[in-house]
């Protein structure tokens, strides 16, 4: 794009229940965005809870970001004020075909709220509002738009399916919806073919996460997987993997960060499979702690199932931090992996091909050397999280005052 100086006015950015643990790459994406010289003012739906992110940047994320529930009651007070603003925006949500009775009175709910960030945008002389959402969060940007709020964009991270109904009446009217795969481009199309649907990867900090220093310490082979713990992420179809090469009498160790509400079904699992003094979880971990179990690995396994998962960024960061990444194949795991040179895909649920491919990576570390080095070249290629807040940022600089 032609060389001009910065837009002064902030971007406002919009993340549902910011921060938690899985939040680490939107505060990279800010950090990013204001490295450019651009202004992020920050917004999030409900605060969630303390305990909810490990991250050192927790504290200040939330002393940035203003919360929109409850609302403030001066902005939903003002609404008597504003009759015709107020009926565009029921307007919208009376109009919204799938979504049954009982949904639309709780998005009327959302109303005050709206009003609350479009006032808080006008605030600040908003320039744009960027959703990470297309689920209620896109709902709230359109009601916000249509109460005198900012132009707004959206990001889709999973299958539309996982974020409700109506998505072409959230769609319609934003600058652009960005996407984290080509494969959901190809959705957003589906239901909004007029709208921009550019692919952004969320990235990785590939200067914090690069190979490890040093020759690998002297223990057997150890598998890491991070996500949370959760049935959809498939942990219990890598520990059996696991199980069939302790049955053949082969040595490795097992690392399982993350936490959620699967916790005692797993350790049920790696009881039952007898992988207890093999397996250690460790709960929710940092960002730096989450690089060090990487360089303590040999692979990384996410065998996720099912719908949800789009470009996970435990396999960036694996990819990063130049190791092999055994993964389902979901969402946008084969745009990010060439299987066979830069990682292995497997197939949902398959226990044998989990096994054969941690078999193959255990038994020739020559091979694991050299995909590790093709997953790091990749990962700086495509996944560096500076270029790709630029293309975001590039994106939002070419509908910025289009209203």
């Not at 529930?69 to 902005?75: E, H, N, Q, T």
């Not at 600040?124 to 964009?153: F, T």
């Given at each position: 794009?032609?060389?001009?100086?910065?837009?002064?006015?902030?971007?406002?950015?919009?993340?549902?229940?910011?921060?938690?643990?899985?939040?680490?790459?939107?505060?990279?994406?800010?950090?990013?965005?204001?490295?450019?010289?651009?202004?992020?003012?920050?917004?999030?739906?409900?605060?969630?809870?303390?305990?909810?992110?490990?991250?050192?940047?927790?504290?200040?994320?939330?002393?940035?970001?203003?919360?929109?529930?409850?609302?403030?009651?001066?902005?939903?007070?003002?609404?008597?004020?504003?009759?015709?603003?107020?009926?565009?925006?029921t307007a919208y949500v009376a109009g919204?075909?799938?979504?049954?009775?009982?949904?639309?009175?709780?998005?009327?709910?959302?109303?005050?709220?709206?009003?609350?960030?479009?006032?808080?945008?006008?605030?600040?002389?908003?320039?744009?509002?960027?959703?990470?959402?297309c689920a209620d969060a896109a709902h709230?940007?359109?009601?916000?738009?249509?109460?005198?709020?900012?132009?707004?964009?959206?990001?889709?991270?999973?299958?539309?399916?996982?974020?409700?109904?109506?998505?072409?009446?959230?769609?319609?009217?934003?600058?652009?919806?960005?996407?984290?795969?080509?494969?959901?481009?190809?959705?957003?199309?589906?239901?909004?073919?007029?709208?921009?649907?550019?692919?952004i990867w969320m990235g990785v900090d590939?200067?914090?996460?690069?190979?490890?220093?040093?020759?690998?310490?002297?223990?057997?082979?150890?598998?890491?997987?991070?996500?949370?713990?959760?049935?959809?992420?498939?942990?219990?179809?890598?520990?059996?993997?696991?199980?069939?090469?302790?049955?053949?009498?082969?040595?490795?160790?097992?690392?399982?960060?993350?936490?959620?509400?699967?916790?005692?079904?797993?350790?049920?699992?790696?009881?039952?499979?007898?992988?207890?003094?093999?397996?250690?979880?460790?709960?929710?971990?940092?960002?730096?702690?989450?690089?060090?179990?990487?360089?303590?690995?040999?692979?990384?396994?996410?065998?996720?199932?099912?719908?949800?998962?789009?470009?996970?960024?435990?396999?960036?960061?694996?990819?990063?931090?130049?190791?092999?990444?055994?993964?389902?194949?979901?969402?946008?795991?084969?745009?990010?992996?060439?299987?066979?040179?830069?990682?292995?895909?497997?197939?949902?649920?398959?226990?044998?091909?989990?096994?054969?491919?941690?078999?193959?990576?255990?038994?020739?570390?020559?091979?694991?050397?050299?995909?590790?080095?093709?997953?790091?070249?990749?990962?700086?290629?495509?996944?560096?999280?500076?270029?790709?807040?630029?293309?975001?940022?590039?994106?939002?600089?070419?509908?910025?005052?289009?209203?």
């Amino acid at each position: 794009m032609p060389d001009r100086a910065p837009d002064p006015r902030p971007i406002a950015y919009l993340v549902p229940e910011f921060p938690q643990q899985t939040h680490a790459f939107f505060w990279r994406e800010i950090a990013a965005i204001e490295d450019a010289g651009a202004q992020v003012a920050l917004f999030s739906t409900r605060r969630p809870p303390l305990d909810a992110c490990p991250h050192p940047f927790r504290d200040e994320a939330r002393a940035r970001t203003q919360y929109l529930f409850p609302p403030r009651p001066g902005p939903a007070a003002a609404l008597a004020l504003r009759p015709v603003a107020l009926a565009r925006a029921t307007a919208y949500v009376a109009g919204l075909r799938q979504t049954p009775a009982r949904g639309r009175a709780r998005l009327v709910a959302l109303i005050p709220s709206a009003a609350d960030l479009a006032q808080a945008c006008r605030a600040v002389n908003a320039r744009h509002l960027h959703v990470h959402s297309c689920a209620d969060a896109a709902h709230l940007a359109v009601l916000a738009h249509r109460l005198g709020g900012p132009g707004y964009s959206l990001t889709l991270h999973g299958d539309l399916d996982v974020y409700g109904t109506d998505h072409a009446a959230k769609m319609g009217a934003a600058r652009f919806v960005s996407t984290v795969t080509g494969a959901l481009a190809a959705q957003v199309a589906g239901v909004a073919p007029g709208v921009p649907n550019p692919v952004i990867w969320m990235g990785v900090d590939t200067d914090r996460f690069r190979p490890r220093a040093g020759s690998p310490p002297d223990r057997p082979f150890t598998v890491v997987t991070v996500a949370r713990l959760a049935q959809v992420k498939g942990h219990r179809f890598l520990l059996r993997a696991l199980a069939r090469l302790r049955a053949e009498g082969r040595a490795l160790s097992c690392v399982i960060a993350g936490d959620g509400p699967d916790r005692d079904a797993i350790l049920a699992e790696i009881a039952a499979l007898s992988l207890g003094d093999c397996t250690r979880l460790t709960g929710a971990v940092a960002e730096d702690g989450v690089r060090d179990l990487l360089h303590g690995a040999d692979a990384l396994a996410l065998t996720s199932i099912g719908q949800g998962e789009a470009a996970p960024v435990a396999v960036m960061e694996a990819m990063a931090c130049g190791l092999p990444v055994v993964a389902s194949v979901i969402g946008g795991t084969p745009d990010m992996i060439r299987d066979g040179h830069d990682g292995l895909l497997v197939p949902q649920q398959d226990v044998e091909a989990i096994a054969g491919a941690l078999r193959g990576l255990m038994d020739d570390p020559a091979r694991r050397a050299a995909i590790g080095r093709a997953a790091r070249a990749r990962a700086v290629e495509a996944f560096d999280h500076h270029a790709n807040a630029l293309k975001l940022l590039h994106q939002i600089d070419a509908v910025s005052g289009a209203d």
